[in-house]
């Protein structure tokens, strides 16, 4: 009796298993990776494709990412890539967008304020790797020339970023490799597409591998889109019809500005919560210049007045005209 009833349980879990098997490992490739599904679809390798990626490799990639250094194949701790700046200062490396094929700003403060995340000029590492174009639309107004191999490349678009947005040095070959593979181990995986029933079915299916290619490719971003906003038309008065939220604005001084303007931040320049810091801001709304919240979000600063550290811009999908409005609103209400 007892062996009986082994048998079926044994067999039980069996089905169950093999159930489990056939949604996950036949419909879909052996292993959860975006990029090996793809492949196994059809699509192209990207050069930036990373065919063994090892443990120590994603360690020193994620150690040059993070602490902006790490030990060599030869052993010895390399130089700082940046003397003002690590990768994690700008970008962060998680999700940070709720629905990955939204870019709403909104959205991605009220996420990172649950998530405990900074709420960044530059966007996440997470899912990096299954891009197809960096650098995207209105970049090539700061960058110029330079975006053009960039847009098109993974490994460029970071040496752009190491020399030219760290106000740093291009990476050695090993450097380079290790942060290429660190992108590699955060990829999106199947389970972040939010695959439908009916969008299984069709993966089961006998489908053209085109058409599941293309179901795959509408569930994340391909890009990260950039738009770079004009300035309210009359700079005093704020964008026309737009109300500020001084509690949105909150989260927005606190998430972003002191981000990088605390003590021992990546800026020197102290944004705290005293009344004085606000007074500032507000004393400039009549005025143009970094101090005038218009300028300094739209335009950031420049490298190149001398001081190499500077502070990159918002992109309307980072910061919405809305956003700055509720910005202004928290200033107006602090400086009170
Ligand atoms: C001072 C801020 C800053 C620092 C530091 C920084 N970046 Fe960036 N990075 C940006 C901005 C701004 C962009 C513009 C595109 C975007 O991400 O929105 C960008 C873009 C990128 C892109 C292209 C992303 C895309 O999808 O368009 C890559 C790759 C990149 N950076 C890699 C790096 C690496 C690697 C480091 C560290 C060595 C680094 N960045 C450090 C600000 C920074
Ligand atoms: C990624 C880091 C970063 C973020 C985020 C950031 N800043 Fe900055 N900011 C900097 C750096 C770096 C400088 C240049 C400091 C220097 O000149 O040494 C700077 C400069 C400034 C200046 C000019 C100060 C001066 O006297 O020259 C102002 C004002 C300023 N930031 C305000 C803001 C506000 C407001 C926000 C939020 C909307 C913000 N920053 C977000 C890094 C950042």
């Known amino acids: 009796m007892k062996k009986i009833t082994l048998i079926l349980a ?26 090996d599904l793809l ?24 150690a040059l990412v993070h602490n902006g250094k790490a030990i060599g194949p030869d052993g010895k701790m390399g130089p700082f890539i940046s003397k003002y700046f690590a990768c994690t200062s700008c970008h962060n490396q998680v999700q940070e967008d709720p629905i990955i094929t939204k870019f709403d700003p909104q959205a991605r403060l009220d996420y990172a304020a649950e998530n405990d995340l900074k709420f960044l000029p530059a966007t996440t590492f997470w899912g990096i790797y299954n891009r197809e174009s960096w650098y ?16 098109k490349s993974l490994e460029e678009s970071t040496q752009l970023c190491a ?7 291009y990476l050695e070959d090993w450097e380079l490799e290790a942060i290429l593979t660190y992108y590699e181990s955060i990829q999106l995986t199947i389970n972040d597409l939010d695959l439908t029933e009916s969008d299984r079915e069709v993966m089961r299916s006998d489908a053209p591998n085109e058409e599941k290619l293309a179901l795959i490719k509408s569930k994340y971003a391909t890009k990260s889109p950039a738009t770079f906003p004009k300035a309210p038309e009359n700079k005093i008065a704020g964008y026309a019809g737009l109300i500020g939220n001084p509690a949105n604005g909150k989260k927005i001084y606190e998430l972003s500005c002191q981000a990088c303007h605390q003590d021992g931040g ?6 705290d919560d005293a009344k004085l810091t606000f007074k500032k801001f507000k004393n400039n709304f009549n005025k143009n210049g970094d101090w005038n919240i218009y300028d300094i979000i739209l335009h950031g600063t420049y490298a190149d007045k001398g001081k190499p550290r500077y502070m990159p811009l918002y992109p309307e999908e980072r910061m919405s005209p809305q956003q700055i409005e509720d910005l202004r609103a928290y200033i107006v209400q602090e400086a009170r």
């Open 10 to 35: 044994a067999s039980l879990a069996f089905k169950l298993i093999s159930w489990n098997a056939y949604d996950n490992f036949i419909a879909f490739p052996p292993t959860d990776k975006l990029s």
């Open 39 to 62: 492949i196994s679809l059809g699509d192209e390798k990207p050069t930036h494709y990373r065919e063994n990626p090892t443990a120590e490799l994603i360690e020193r990639g994620r």
């Open 136 to 151: 995207n639309d209105d970049y090539i107004l700061k960058y110029g020339d330079l975006v053009v191999p960039a847009s």
């Open 163 to 169: 020399k030219v947005c760290s106000s740093g040095r």
């Open 266 to 271: 990546v800026s020197p320049i102290l944004l």
